[in-house]
């Protein structure tokens, strides 16, 4: 199985920058597609952006131009650029890793965006 470990998350103000890390272990980390997805409270997990083994990038349309997702093979790690962030970027931010065979693949724990002023 594949353990994913989320980080950077934290309090920014409106128009702020954060940049989110995904450590990945368990498996080879560049025959998985990653994404990231984003859960508000009481309301149902979003995707956001992701990034196939080969490096393709798709993005939300909530985010197309502010948030950028990379990934770095040699540290089994994915990256999520987020700038110019709103009020409405707030949720716990998760990282998921999958092969193009399954439907859900792995998830990490989490890490809380919180944007206010």
């Known amino acids: 199985q594949v353990q994913l470990v989320e980080s950077g998350g934290g309090l920014v103000q409106p128009g702020g920058s954060l940049r989110l890390s995904c450590a990945a272990s368990?498996?080879?980390?560049?025959?998985?597609?990653m994404g990231w997805y984003r859960q508000a409270p009481g309301k149902q997990r979003d995707w956001v952006a992701a990034?196939?083994?080969?490096?393709?990038?798709n993005y939300a349309d909530s985010v197309k131009g502010r948030f950028t997702i990379s990934r770095d093979n040699a540290k089994n790690t994915v990256y999520l650029q987020m700038n110019s962030l709103k009020l409405e970027d707030t949720a716990v931010y998760y990282c998921?890793?999958?092969?193009?065979?399954?439907?859900?693949?792995?998830w990490g724990q989490g890490t809380q965006v919180t944007v206010s002023s």
């Open positions: 368990g498996r080879i980390f560049s025959r998985y597609n």
């Open positions: 990034i196939t083994s080969g490096g393709s990038t």
């Open positions: 998921n890793a999958r092969t193009s065979v399954q439907i859900t693949g792995y």
